[in-house]
């Protein structure tokens, strides 16, 4: 009965003669879809918001420390030199020293935190210099009384932001050292947390840790850990090759005394996070898509219901049963892929108008798209096939009957 083009041609002048009816039946499709879809979009551009936000970064770091129920072993300077020439693609190590003192200007006393590490530490997160320089390896070597300050300490300890050139004082473990501001860091959330603590503010620096050792009396050659740094595109193949070298220059291989920790963990299980929400709120989402799905079947049910009469004189012309199944089959079809292609417009229109709202990123997978129109498309074939069968199978005598 025809050929394929004739049977389009028929579910499509059916739609047309029931309008209302094909749109209440695509409507479901529609807000379906375009739930769905925007929920994708939005849950691929948050998880792209917050890789970006973590790339923007830069940098990123590996630490490394001792397990002491495993070794009486720690790291000295030698140690973490070796380690550092063996490791290709990093920016450097630095072993993590804080002193806690105070110092005191204009006859005002100001705690202080001081963090003693290597010239590595300019590239860790939230470094980023707006006066001056930040201390180098020939002062790291030479043990020089440099010092960096944030923003917020500056501003505080000297009037004025770019207090290059100034000297801190600092006092700890009843030792006193002066050392001379070389830059000015931009602040930290970390900064303005510990500037705002209550009554007991307290401000911060990096300075050599060789430095801090030599002030403070400090023993740099009884380190338990220290930190790696690097561009995060590196990551992986720091990662694999950390291990075997500290085990290599501390003669630990095979003790499983070396433990290696990465926010490249972090990474993955916030994703994975963000991947289980963006999922659960899909699948919420999808169960208006099966009602929409009900919704073609009980129009299509009834479209049956009408046309039984026409579906008999059509059987008894002629008409095989494949032939009915294959028309209604592309009714349903046509309604529900219509209906996906208004709800992926929809869908795209929303995330993008969400995405600019929230700030989010806004990317739309074209293999997402392409999805969504086969499940469209599917859908109102699976849940066509029961009215088409119904009408394929009509007895052409009994149809013929009815009125």
Known sequence: ???FGEYIKSAFSSIKNNKGRSFLTMLGIIIGIAAVLTVLIIGDGMKATVNSEMDSIGATTISVSL???KTDKLFTKDDLEEIEAAIDNIYGVSPSISVWGETQVRGEKYDMDISGGSQAMEHGSGVKMVHGRYFSASDVEDGKKVCVLS???????FGYENAVGET???TAYDLTADFQVIGIR?????DEAYASYMEEPA???DVPYTAAAGAFSLNIDNMSSFTIYLESENKNAVLSKARSVVENVMGLRGEGAVKI???YGFDQTTDTILTIITSVVAIIAAISLLVGGIGVMNIMTVSVTERTREIGIRKSLGARTSSILTQFLAEAAILTFTGGIIGIILGISLSYLICRIIDFSFTVNPMLVALVVAISTGIGLFFGIYPARR?????PIEALRTE
């Open 203 to 205: 401000y911060m620096g």
């Open 261 to 263: 920790s990465s926010g």
């Open 1 to 3: 009965m025809g050929t």
């Open 391 to 395: 009408a394929a199978k009509l007895d």
């Open 168 to 170: 801190v004082t600092i």
């Open 151 to 157: 923003q917020i300490a500056a501003k505080k300890l």
């Open 186 to 190: 931009e602040d930290t959330s970390m």
């Open 67 to 69: 397990d002491n129920t």
